[in-house]
């Protein structure tokens, strides 16, 4: 906007005598409006300032806006958790080892390369908007991979016990899809995952650089060698052990350096991930979690980030980080899928897992706190209210029951409890295999809702989709049996805390920068 100089007080360009020259006499109220002039240029100086301003904020929006790119979400299951799976949000954060767009640079490999999702983790924001967690999903963790949607609009069929990271390659793409790996982890959590963020190699340097760094620290001196394992030689040093400040390319090599710490795993790293991630929090808040701070943060995200449509404009992702700028970083926890080594891969340990996801359903933190807040208003069909008398009701509900156990009879004991809540049993019989660790219930079409009534009688249960037309109760060691069927079937309450194997093993935003950085020796 351009300022009026007509406006303009005396001294700068313009006469100061009467408005028509000469020495005539000035009209009446003539000095007033003299002494008016210096507020009235002041007031037209902040209107263009405001103007101007309003205008560089919507370039910079705008802007932001042509640098992000969203995944299709007609790739996305249509057989989803339900948007009140849980009370707070659930954020999907990937980050993908794809070699395009210069990436090939930072991390090797060839331009053209499969997308592949390097490391990732389900960000929870409780309710209240003061406690997060953070659950890291190594990338070598068997998992079912369910229908996948590839490039020419055709679906793959249901993969089981898959390495986790395959999701993200379904397609063989170079960039990667996102959507299956969503789906992957609902399915996996049994939680609706509200956002999935994508972070590719040059976004990830790129942030690091615009913080000014970021502090880390190594528990030993670290090699080239330890980065790439094939060379002959352990080549020069990289880091030294100790604490240090990283960015670009180093704050890379740091977060991906795999070798000559711990017991050299995958899953090893994830440690040193968590540490870097918290380190970076850090660094962001103490700058200052402002609009003004973010907005550089953000146009460095953008240029190398992939979000899904609903995180697809400038304003909705900086407004999502602005509501996480009151979450305390004691209160923002780091922890790991509970699992264990099953050969060179990783298997999932129940009935913990469950467990914790079943914290979060709650909303439940480590120490057990009730983190729903204000904002936790959203319900789900299969934590409703029970029935006046406390029990659930199974009318007009038809039920199998398989035993998916060593221990006989289990399924009659089941198929009593079901029977005396008002379920009908068209079957009980043994399950294909008998080595089922956590119970499932399996639903048709359309049956979800009927397939979490039956799940509220066995606390823990994973929902698992069909694509036949029946509800189906697999039973596994987590089921005892020892529910006794006349008695109240009130569902279960909010667990008190995620497992102790999981909170034993968690890390916090402000945790001591050197402590617990792998698993195994020299950690």
């Known amino acids: 906007m351009t300022v009026d100089h007509r406006t303009a007080p005396a001294g700068r360009g313009r006469q100061a005598g009467p408005p028509h020259g000469g020495g005539g006499k000035r009209r009446e109220g003539g000095g ?5 002039r210096p507020l009235r240029t002041a007031l037209m100086a902040a209107l263009a300032i405001v103007v101007l301003g309003a205008a560089g904020l919507g370039w910079i929006y705008f802007s932001l806006n042509g640098d992000i790119d969203t995944f299709d979400a007609g790739g996305l299951s249509t057989d989803r958790p339900d948007a009140g799976s849980s009370k707070g949000e659930n954020v999907l954060v990937i980050g993908s080892d794809a070699r395009t767009n210069g990436n090939s640079a930072l991390g090797g490999g060839q331009a053209d390369d499969i997308g592949r999702s390097d490391t990732a983790f389900l960000l929870h924001v409780y309710a209240d908007h003061k406690n997060a967690i953070a659950v890291s999903l190594p990338r070598d963790t068997l998992v ?3 229908p996948c949607r590839l490039p020419n609009g055709t679906w793959t069929k249901t993969r089981t016990g898959t390495q986790f990271n395959e999701a993200y390659s379904v397609g063989e793409t170079a960039e990667g899809n996102p959507a299956c790996t969503q789906n992957t982890v609902e399915k996996l959590t049994g939680l609706r995952v509200d956002h999935t963020v994508v972070v590719d190699f040059k976004g990830f340097a790129s942030l690091t650089k615009v913080v000014g760094g970021v502090e880390v620290c190594l528990p030993q001196n670290i090699y080239q060698g330890d980065l790439n394992p094939h060379r002959a030689t352990k080549g020069k040093l990289l880091f030294g052990k100790g604490e240090q400040t990283v960015s670009g390319q180093r704050a890379l090599d740091y977060v991906r350096i795999r070798h000559g710490i711990g017991d050299g795993s995958d899953i090893g790293r994830i440690k040193r991930q968590q540490a870097f991630v918290g380190s970076l929090i850090k660094k962001v808040k103490s700058d200052g979690l402002t609009p003004g701070k973010l907005l550089p943060l953000a146009k460095a995200a953008t240029s190398s980030m992939t979000v899904d449509p609903g995180l697809g404009t400038a304003d909705k992702l900086i407004s999502f980080a602005m509501s996480l700028k009151d979450i305390d970083l004691h209160n923002t926890r780091f922890v790991t899928i509970p699992w264990r080594y099953d050969g060179e891969r990783v298997a999932i340990v ?27 208003t959203k319900t789900n069909a299969a934590s409703a209210s029970p029935s006046a008398d406390g029990r659930v009701s199974g009318a007009g509900i038809a039920v199998s029951v398989y035993n998916g156990t060593t221990t006989g009879g289990l399924a009659s004991t089941a198929a009593a409890m079901l029977t005396a809540h008002g379920f009908t049993v068209t079957r009980t019989a043994n399950a294909v295999g008998q080595n089922h660790t956590t119970t499932v219930v ?3 079409p359309g049956m979800r809702g009927q397939a979490e009534t039956v799940a509220r009688l066995f606390p823990g249960a994973r929902l698992e989709s069909l694509t036949a037309t029946r509800v189906n109760v697999v039973l596994g060691s987590s089921y005892t049996g020892d529910r006794d069927p006349s008695a109240s079937a009130a569902p279960s309450a909010a667990p008190a805390a995620v497992p102790t194997s999981v909170a034993h093993d968690s890390r916090t935003a402000d945790a001591d920068l050197c402590s617990d950085l792998s698993y195994g020796s020299g950690g």
């Open 32 to 36: 007033r409006d003299k002494r008016r």
């Open 144 to 146: 079912t991979i369910p």
């Open 350 to 376: 129940e009935p913990d897992a469950s467990a914790l996801w079943g914290a979060l359903k709650a909303d439940r933190t480590i120490d057990g706190k009730d983190a729903g807040g204000a904002r936790g």
């Open 442 to 444: 399996q639903y048709g």
